[in-house]
């Protein structure tokens, strides 16, 4: 066999090899490759037709560069990361061990290309693919949105894609490092479009998975106050939502959540209540359970008997609700507030109004306060009977007309009732034919009762009216009259049920 021959063979024999070496290494993983080299990465071990890194590999700083850092994979091989892949507060030391991933060979600078654990992968046009999560820098407001500046490549991102939530002023992300997702890529007219709110996204998810696990009734925690409604404020605890209903805001009474927290406000609140599951999941929170309560030593701050001057916040058909500080409300009914009747407390208060008032009642589990405007002044019913005698003639005024009388003041506080039939001579059917509402009168004292408050009078004359009754139980004074059936079922011995003088008579 000649030389020639023998050449042939030979080459014959090393492409058999070579295919045979592609082969076996074709179905070699990128680990694989990179533990043939001794650890090393080369360009086979990490090409960029992989598609992804290589695994986790430990290798050692062995120099710092500028924004480079050098590190020793092994096998006189040596891999380069970018400083930008490390903590502000970390410090980069030479000789320290570090987990890398192998990234790609740099064909243009022969490098290995690294990576770190949990680091977005560096940005190379060629290698981009929708779903990766790039770094980049803000540079710039564009229609609709933002310019990203990334390595070599400038993306957009559209204003719905900038955050979870609506954004009104997008310009104050400029300037920010930002972590975004490529959504689509058009390599022939070199657009990329990205987005910063899917990478939130799954950050949220997996802290909600996380937080779920954690969270308890009882528990505070912080949260970012987002989205306000007319019923309460919505609460970001770091992936989960929760509500602080307006009830649970303040201990004082608010009108709307704005005037307690607004948008972007970092508050402490408490688990309430967590009901649910998964995205049916329903958190309360209590803003005002993180704060002192004013309830607590409300009794001995407001015994019972003192007499304190409070602003009227708020009026209702049964009272008025005033202020004692802030956070105590206390409720004046409408009995409480005159000694004389009255129909509504407008007749007496109004918002804004600082009013005396005694302390009746203390219930600091029900977190209520009884208060009472009349008896924080004199009692005007003191020393009625002695001035007040039957036969005594009084001018009044018309305060009130009913169906069965009209009530009369005779003095501050003291309203006595002139039955119909004690309003004329003759024979009335309402009260309307004889008198009106604010008319000056004078009345006759027919009884009075100091017990119950009630004093009865008549406007007739002495001669025309009947002979008073006793306030005795019948023992004593003229024989009583036989009852007569009156209108609207009244009888004619001042059986007044339903007047409101029922007991006149007892």
Same mark, same amino acid.
């Given at each position: 066999m000649n030389e020639s021959d023998k050449h042939a063979n030979k080459s014959n024999a090393d492409d058999a090899i070579n295919r045979e070496v592609e082969a076996a290494m074709s179905g070699m993983s990128a680990e694989?490759?990179?533990?043939?080299?001794?650890?090393?990465?080369?360009?086979?071990?990490?090409?960029?037709?992989?598609?992804?890194?290589?695994?986790?590999?430990?290798?050692?700083?062995?120099?710092?560069?500028?924004?480079?850092?050098?590190?020793?994979?092994?096998g006189k091989t040596q891999g380069v990361l970018s400083k930008s892949l490390f903590k502000p507060d970390e410090v980069i030391a030479v000789g320290e061990p570090i987990e890398i991933y192998i990234d790609r060979h740099d064909r243009e600078s022969d490098l290995i290309i690294l990576s770190r654990k949990g680091a977005?992968?560096?940005?190379?046009?060629?290698?981009?693919?929708?779903?990766?999560?790039?770094?980049?820098?803000?540079?710039?407001?564009?229609?609709?949105?933002?310019?990203?500046?990334?390595?070599?490549?400038?993306?957009?991102?559209?204003?719905?894609?900038?955050?979870?939530?609506?954004?009104?002023?997008?310009?104050?992300?400029?300037?920010?490092?930002?972590?975004?997702?490529?959504?689509?890529?058009?390599?022939?007219?070199?657009n990329l479009t990205v987005s910063r709110r899917k990478v939130l996204e799954k950050e949220r998810k997996a802290n909600r998975e996380e937080l779920v696990k954690e969270l308890e009734v009882g528990q505070v925690r912080k949260g970012v106050v987002g989205n306000l409604t007319d019923f309460g404020a919505f609460v970001d605890l770091g992936g989960v939502d929760g509500l602080i209903h307006i009830s649970e805001m303040s201990y004082k009474q608010i009108k709307k959540p704005s005037e307690v927290v607004n948008p972007g406000d970092v508050v402490e609140v408490k688990v309430l209540k967590i009901q649910g599951e998964g995205d049916k999941q329903r958190i309360s929170l209590g803003l005002k359970q993180t704060q002192p309560d004013?309830?607590?030593?409300?009794?001995?701050?407001?015994?019972?008997?003192?007499?304190?001057?409070?602003?009227?916040?708020?009026?209702?058909? +049964?009272?008025?609700? =005033?202020?004692?500080? #802030? %956070?105590?409300?206390?409720?004046?009914?409408? $009995? !409480?507030?005159?000694?004389?009747?009255?129909?509504?407390?407008?007749?007496?208060?109004?918002?804004?109004q600082l009013v005396d008032v005694s302390v009746l009642k203390v219930e600091p589990k029900r977190q209520r306060i009884s208060l009472s405007m009349k008896h924080a002044q004199p009692d005007p019913w003191a020393g009625v009977i002695e001035s007040y005698t039957p036969e005594t003639e009084v001018n009044?005024?018309?305060?009130?007309?009913?169906?069965?009388?009209? +009530?009369?003041?005779? =003095?501050?506080?003291? #309203? %006595?009732?002139?039955?119909?039939?004690?309003? $004329? !001579?003759?024979?009335?059917?309402?009260?309307?034919?004889?008198?009106?509402?604010?008319?000056?009168v004078k009345a006759r004292v027919l009884r009075v009762d100091e017990k119950t408050r009630r004093i009865g009078l008549s406007l007739k004359p002495a001669e025309a009216a009947s002979a008073p009754l006793s306030l005795d139980t019948g023992k004593s004074g003229p024989p009583k009259k036989k009852n007569k059936k009156l209108r609207g079922g009244l009888s004619g011995g001042w059986d007044w049920a339903g007047t409101g003088f029922e007991n006149l008579d007892a």
């Open positions: 694989e490759l990179a533990a043939l080299t001794g650890g090393g990465a080369s360009a086979e071990a990490a090409s960029p037709d992989s598609g992804a890194p290589s695994g986790l590999q430990m290798g050692r700083i062995v120099s710092v560069r500028g924004d480079d850092v050098f590190v020793d994979l092994g977005p992968r560096s940005v190379e046009w060629e290698l981009l693919k929708p779903g990766d999560v790039v770094e980049g820098r803000i540079i710039g407001l564009n229609r609709g949105g933002l310019e990203v500046k990334l390595k070599g490549v400038t993306a957009f991102m559209p204003a719905s894609q900038v955050d979870v939530m609506h954004v009104k002023d997008i310009s104050i992300f400029l300037g920010e490092n930002v972590r975004c997702e490529v959504v689509e890529i058009d390599r022939r007219g070199k004013p309830w607590e030593g409300v009794a001995e701050r407001f015994p019972v008997d003192s007499t304190h001057k409070v602003r009227v916040v708020r009026l209702a058909d +049964f009272g008025a609700f =005033a202020q004692l500080e #802030e %956070g105590i409300d206390g409720l004046i009914p409408v $009995s !409480e507030m005159a000694w004389n009747r009255i129909g509504s407390p407008k007749e007496v208060v109004e918002v804004g009044g005024k018309v305060t009130r007309l009913a169906d069965f009388g009209a +009530f009369i003041e005779i =003095a501050p506080g003291i #309203e %006595g009732m002139a039955h119909i039939s004690e309003l $004329s !001579e003759k024979r009335i059917k309402n009260c309307g034919e004889v008198l009106k509402v604010g008319q000056e």
